[in-house]
T-cell receptor, first 114, second 115 residues
Framework: AQKITQTQPGMFVQEKEAVTLDCTYD???????LFWYKQPSSGEMIFLIY??????QNATEGRYSLNFQKARKSANLVISASQLGDSAMYFCAMYGTSYGKLTFGQGTILTVHP | DTGVSQNPRHKITKRGQNVTFRCDPISEHNRLYWYRQTLGQGPEFLTY????????KSRLLSDRFSAERPKGSFSTLEIQRTEQGDSAMYLC?????????????FGPGTRLLVL
């Protein structure tokens, strides 16, 4: 079984500052993938970034980076230079090679203040 | 390249009625997924197809729920005899099996309210 835990129900950040959203996971799969999605109030899930369990480097995608610590089973999302449009719900998710489906955490609501 | 589309975007129905939702995946994607999301929670997996074959169903998918993907393109999700507990956002996603990173791309969802 797979489990994703996001312990921060809500986070606040000042515009132009960086913010870290926490994600820890548990799986018995030797190979797995970790994803972050953004869900604005409109409801659509927007793919942000991916990290494979065997990737040596932390993933980066523009202002998004993933702080992957395999031994600690954590995959935190770092958003640099926050913008007002970053205000949304953020979900961490994973799949293992045994599964096609994604397992999601409960999400973190990020609010960016001007 | 158009994204995943879902119809309708909103549906209000009375308890006991049947509803059907449609999902059109990204055209070359061979995998299609259905998820359900209740307020304040992350999406939960319901079922998925590889081409036209339904490969896995969650135990969340009671016998009132049925999903099809008859020609391996669009998919429908039907809920029979709706209950108030079925009120949720129903999300569809698609992916391409065989890509180096099999990323699921989501549609805008269908919000269902059962009165």
């Amino acid at each position: 079984a797979q489990k994703i835990t996001q312990t921060q129900p809500g986070m606040f950040v000042q515009e132009k500052e960086a913010v870290t959203l926490d994600c820890t996971y548990d799986t018995s799969d030797p190979s797995y993938g970790l994803f972050w999605y953004k869900q604005p109030s409109s409801g659509e899930m927007i793919f942000l970034i991916y990290q494979g369990s065997y990737d040596q480097q932390n993933a980066t995608e523009g202002r998004y980076s993933l702080n992957f610590q395999k031994a600690r089973k954590s995959a935190n999302l770092v958003i640099s230079a926050s913008q007002l449009g970053d205000s949304a719900m953020y979900f961490c998710a994973m799949y293992g090679t045994s599964y096609g489906k994604l397992t999601f955490g409960q999400g973190t609501i990020l609010t960016v203040h001007p | 390249d158009t994204g995943v589309s879902q119809n309708p975007r909103h549906k209000i129905t009375k308890r006991g009625q049947n509803v059907t939702f449609r999902c059109d995946p990204i055209s070359e994607h061979n995998r299609l997924y259905w998820y359900r999301q209740t307020l304040g929670q992350g999406p939960e997996f319901l079922t998925y197809f590889q081409n036209e074959a339904q490969l896995e169903k969650s135990r969340l998918l009671s016998d009132r729920f049925s999903a099809e993907r008859p020609k391996g393109s669009f998919s429908t999700l039907e809920i029979q005899r709706t209950e108030q507990g079925d009120s949720a956002m129903y999300l569809c996603a698609s992916s391409l099996l065989g890509e180096a990173v099999e990323t699921q791309y989501f549609g805008p969802g269908t919000r269902l309210l059962v009165l």
